[in-house]
């Protein structure tokens, strides 16, 4: 079994700043990619950044500049910094990594349950 924990949403005025973490634990012998997502009142959920194991990064257009994914191997863990914020950041914010169980390095697809990020005045 593996299980990814967030912690670090909040409610946060614009312009403000979050950090977003999630810890992975369980049965894992290897993580490749880890991301974030987050899902909108009526949208569909969207990739906001992720990164490699060997640290290489992706991030929507829309966040380019404000917000920084990294990630601690040795923890299992991946963070979000999200400087600058504004209302239409407000979503539910989902982890996702791939896992792989064993040394035969089949990887699957493990969400998190969601922290929510309100950004209002």
């Known amino acids: 079994q593996v299980q990814l924990v967030e912690s670090g949403g909040g409610l946060v005025q614009p312009g403000g700043s979050l950090r977003l973490s999630c810890a992975a634990s369980?049965?894992?012998?290897?993580?490749?990619?880890m991301g974030w997502y987050r899902q909108g009142p009526g949208n569909q959920r969207e990739l906001v950044a992720d990164i490699t194991s060997s640290g290489n990064t992706n991030y929507a257009d829309s966040v380019k500049g404000r917000f920084t994914i990294s990630r601690d191997n040795a923890k299992n863990t991946v963070y979000l910094q999200m400087n600058s914020l504004k209302p239409e950041d407000t979503a539910v914010y989902y982890c996702?990594?791939?896992?792989?169980?064993?040394?035969?390095?089949?990887?699957?697809?493990?969400w998190g349950q969601g922290t929510q990020v309100t950004v209002s005045s």
């Open positions: 996702n990594a791939h896992i792989a169980y064993s040394r035969s390095y089949n990887y699957y697809s493990h």
């Open positions: 369980g049965s894992i012998f290897s993580i490749a990619e």
